[in-house]
Structures are given as structure tokens and as C-alpha cells.
């Protein structure tokens, strides 16, 4: 296979206070708006409601508007430009785009949270039903999509395991166990409702060992917070045994199935014994990730803690449904509102689309694709699959691959790796989540939506990367080259006295001439 040539474009695009010229309009706002402006038609606004001054809002011309936009979305690599198989335990897959055509629709872009339930019925359907689907594909009682994404998820369930102790005059049961391959949430969201967690490590065929789990438990065991399987993509043949030491103890199971693509229809965390679950809506059930925008953490949980669920809950009482939040044991509020809606009518129809049988088909594919780029891999020189020498087991849907080998014998680590990725038009990959346990990591995630001719050519653009770092190093470790922006200082990332998070306090934190720029258009866009 030819690599194809590719260059990135580079605008140095400024934004848009900065391309701001005073007076010019991509819009004339309505008769009636100018008309209530000059007529103070505020009506009984209260005055400490009002604004003292005009916004100071950016004024460009639609043409200029828009070459903006479209510049800056020629220096993006998302999924739907490039091969995006790189960021592993994330199942970056492709999104349909009709469903994209529902999410538009004034009958859910224009709906409003406060809406009263009647108004809003085909809405709450919709959250109904896929409660429903999720209940038969995870096994669990009740579900809420109320979490902004998995990490939530997780501290959601973490509430309600500790909302489940106390109920019991528990309290005492102030420890999670969580392991090092899980997604690191597993251990962030537990100590963020106040957990102490204990980590166990991975015995030599990658995954904890039941006895480790025996010894990690106690009196004061909460509960356990895993993924299975973790982002080394193996799965723990153990977890039965690891579930039942957990409930001896007194504890609950949490299952994290964020990396849920590649058991879809074959495994089920309440057949396992789990007694909570998190699916992520924007990876598993083909939503977009928006940035971070638009998730939600589906968080499933048994009958014996439905009464723990955020509020609200959605019912149906066969002819209408409502919300509820008469719950007097909930946890309360994850976040505002219900949820994301628009990510919960995407799933549905994406589940609706696909039928049991499509589920499962995608966990097959997902599994697939990834043995088979790991066997493309395998001839690569310095890259190999991690703990394989004492686990052959198939992975399922990702892999930890490790760039030891190329790095000790090259000087080239798996981050030069990563940015040199980025010259053959993908996206880079994701090595680990820190610390990395597997050493120089590159974990990759294959999901069901890549072709045959997709996992070549990406494997191809990993063996051209190994080749040039035995026979011209340096090409790697100054890349890229070709991309949006050249190699980056790294010192600013590493100093919070230079991290700012606004571009006002930018500007300000550069000082002499870059304050006195935003001090003089700060004037400018001040005005009516």
C-alpha cells in the first residue's frame, strides 16, 4: 500500500474578538427587538437583571464568519475526516448522520427542560424506552441518563453506594477497590464522595488475581469499581469469583463498561453478579463525543438500589409518562436537569436501527477488527503487545501495545510516535492513562466501525513510523511536520503560573504589548 502525500492546513487563526471591526453586522436583529430597545420595553425586568452596557460581542460580516468556521475545521482530524482508531478505551466510532438530522429537529432542538410533562411526552418516551433497551443488554432493574458523561457515571454510583451503606447504619465501609488497569474514574469518582480506594495491581497475565482482591478487602469494603474488560482489552476470566469475594465481604460491584463495544450481546454485568453498571452513550452506542460536550453516563443499577437513582426518574403508567421526584432516598441531582437529551435520542436510534442482533454484531466486528490490525502489528519492529509473553489470550476490543523495544533502540518514545502519526493525515493516538504500567504505551481501539482497507493502512503508517525511527530517527522525533502545528514547547503545559483560562487572562499573562492589545479592544467591542 502507497502512504498518500498529506499537508494540513495552517491559518494561525485568530478568534473572533480579535478579527472584530466595529460596526460590521452578519445580521439585522428584528423590528421588534430595535423597536423594544428604544422603548425600554423591558417590561417588569427587574433592574439588577438588566445589563449596564451592551455585550461585548464580536461584529464581523457573515463571510467572514464563516471563513473562520471553515478554517478552523480544516485544522481539526476528527472521526469523520480521518482514521481515528487511536484513542483507545474512548471507541471512537463513526456516528450516523441521519441521526444527526433528529437531534436538529425543532421537536427536540427547541424543547425546553422546564417544559410541563404533557408538552414533552414524546421526549420522555424516547428516555423510556431506552431505559428498557439498556435494562435487556446490561441485566440491571432501572437506569438514569442523567450523568454528563462516565466519570460522572461512576461518582453517581459511587453516591449511591455510599447512600446504599448508610441506609444500613454501614457507614463504617469507607474503602473502594478499584485496579490499575480500570479507567482511572474508577478511582477518582469513589474519593470524590470521601472513598479511600485501594488499588490493586495486574498478576502476570495482566489482570488481578482473585486472591489480590481477597487481600484488598476488609470490614471497611464499600464496594469494588472495575473495568472488564480493562484498556489492556483483556478480559478478567475471574470476574464471577472477584464479584462473589466482593458480596462476602459486604460490599457492591460496580461495573464500568465504558469498553462495552466488544461484549454488546454476549456478556451482561447482572449475570456476572454486578450490582450497578455505566454504559457511555457517546462511545458505545455511537454518539459523538463533541468534545466532551455531549455525553452521558448511563448509570443501571438493581431493584434493591432503584431507590437511590438521581431525580428525576421517568415513569409510565401505560398511558402517559411523567417525570419523578418524589424519591425521598435519592441521591438528588448529578447534574442540571435531565441529562443530554439530544445524545439519548441519538442512541435510541442507533439501537433501533441495529436490533439485538446488530448489538451483537457490532461487539463481533469490534473484536474483529482488533485481532485482526494485531496481527498486521505483529512483524512491526520495536512494538509488541503487552504481557503476552505470559497471556496468548485473544484481546477483545483494544490493545496496549508497548514501544519499549523501539525506544531503547532508537531513542524514540511512543509520544514521538503519536505527533509523527499525525503527517500521514490520523489522528494521533492515545498512549495510557497515567502511570503507565505498560511501558512506551500506545493502546489502540479498533472499533466495529473501520474497514479492512482502514486497519491496513493505519498499520501501515505504524510500520513506516518504526522504519524511519531505526533509519532516520530524527524525522520522528522533530514531527510533525506536516500537521497544523509543528512540535509544541512542552514547558507551558508543565507551569500553572503560565496556564490561563480564558484569552483575556492570555493576554494579560503575556503582559507589555499583548495586555495593551487586549486593553485597547476590550475598548473597541465595548460599545452599543
Known amino acids: 500500500m502507497t502512504l498518500r502525500q498529506f499537508h494540513q492546513a495552517s491559518w494561525n487563526e485568530p478568534i473572533l474578538l480579535e478579527l472584530s471591526n466595529p460596526g460590521e453586522r452578519g445580521i439585522v436583529p428584528p423590528q421588534i427587538e430595535q423597536d423594544l430597545a428604544a422603548q425600554d420595553g423591558l417590561g417588569d425586568l427587574p433592574a439588577a437583571l438588566r445589563r449596564s452596557e451592551a455585550p461585548r460581542l464580536p461584529e464581523l460580516s457573515q463571510p467572514q464568519l464563516l471563513r473562520h468556521y471553515l478554517r478552523l475545521s480544516q485544522e481539526t482530524l476528527g472521526n469523520d475526516v480521518n482514521i481515528h482508531l487511536g484513542l483507545g478505551t474512548c471507541t471512537m466510532k463513526y456516528s450516523p448522520k441521519v441521526n444527526e438530522e433528529f437531534v436538529r429537529s425543532p421537536k427536540v432542538a427547541d424543547l425546553h427542560p422546564l417544559q410541563d410533562e404533557e408538552t ?9 424506552r431506552l431505559e428498557q433497551m439498556l435494562r435487556e443488554i446490561s441485566g440491571m432493574d432501572r437506569f438514569t441518563f442523567q450523568p454528563a458523561g462516565g466519570s460522572q457515571g461512576v461518582y453517581a454510583n459511587a453516591r449511591m453506594m455510599r447512600a446504599y451503606h448508610a441506609a444500613r447504619g454501614e457507614d463504617h465501609r469507607d474503602e473502594i477497590v478499584t485496579t490499575i488497569f480500570s479507567h482511572p474514574c474508577d478511582g477518582a469518582g469513589p474519593a470524590t464522595v470521601g472513598y479511600k480506594v485501594v ?15 481477597r487481600k484488598a478487602v476488609s ?15 483483556l478480559f478478567n476470566p475471574h470476574i464471577d469469583e472477584i464479584v462473589e469475594i466482593i458480596h462476602e465481604a459486604g460490599g457492591l460491584c460496580h461495573y464500568d463498561q465504558a469498553n462495552a463495544n466488544g461484549i454488546l450481546g454476549i456478556t451482561r454485568a447482572r449475570d456476572v453478579g454486578f450490582d450497578l453498571c455505566q454504559f457511555n452513550l457517546h462511545k458505545t452506542f455511537s454518539s459523538p463525543h463533541c468534545s466532551m460536550g455531549m455525553p452521558v453516563g448511563a448509570c443501571g443499577v438493581t431493584s434493591e438500589l432503584e431507590r437511590f437513582l438521581p431525580v428525576p426518574t421517568v415513569e409510565f403508567d401505560g ?10 432516598q435519592s441521591v438528588g441531582k448529578i447534574r442540571a436537569f435531565h441529562g443530554v437529551p439530544a445524545t439519548v435520542v441519538r442512541s435510541f436510534a442507533w439501537v433501533m436501527s441495529l436490533g439485538a442482533e446488530g448489538l451483537r454484531e457490532v461487539a463481533e466486528a469490534a473484536v474483529l477488527n482488533n485481532n485482526y490490525l494485531a496481527s498486521r502489528l505483529a512483524g512491526v519492529r520495536g512494538l509488541a503487545v503487552s504481557f503476552a509473553d505470559t497471556n496468548p489470550a485473544h484481546r477483545l476490543e483494544q490493545i496496549r501495545y508497548s ?16 505527533r509523527r502519526t499525525s503527517d500521514f493525515g490520523v489522528a494521533s493516538y492515545f498512549p495510557s492513562h497515567e502511570p503507565w504500567i505498560v511501558p512506551e504505551p500506545m493502546t489502540l481501539e479498533p472499533s466495529d466501525s473501520y474497514s479492512r482497507a482502514d486497519l491496513d493502512q493505519y498499520s ?42 480564558t484569552w483575556r487572562a492570555y493576554l494579560r499573562k503575556q503582559g507589555g504589548s499583548a495586555a495593551s492589545e487586549a486593553t485597547a479592544l476590550e475598548a473597541q467591542t465595548s460599545g452599543p
Do not use: C
Open 120 to 128: 414533552v411526552q414524546g421526549m420522555l418516551e424516547v428516555f423510556f
Open 199 to 213: 488499588t490493586v495491581y495486574a498478576g502476570d497475565k495482566g489482570y488481578p488475581e482473585p486472591d489480590a482482591i
Open 219 to 233: 470490614e471497611r469494603t464499600a464496594g469494588l469499581m472495575i473495568t472488564n474488560p480493562e484498556d489492556t482489552g
Open 319 to 328: 398511558t402517559r409518562y411523567r417525570l419523578d421526584y418524589e424519591r425521598p
Open 403 to 418: 514501544l519499549a523495544q523501539l525506544q531503547e533502540e532508537t531513542g524514540v518514545g511512543t509520544l514521538d510516535v503519536a
Open 460 to 501: 501501515e503508517i505504524i510500520a513506516e513510523i518504526s522504519r524511519e525511527a531505526y533509519e532516520e530517527p530524527q524525522t520522528v522525533l522533530d514531527s510533525p511536520q506536516r500537521s497544523t502545528v509543528h512540535r509544541m514547547d512542552q514547558a507551558p503545559h508543565d507551569d500553572p503560573e503560565r496556564w490561563a483560562l
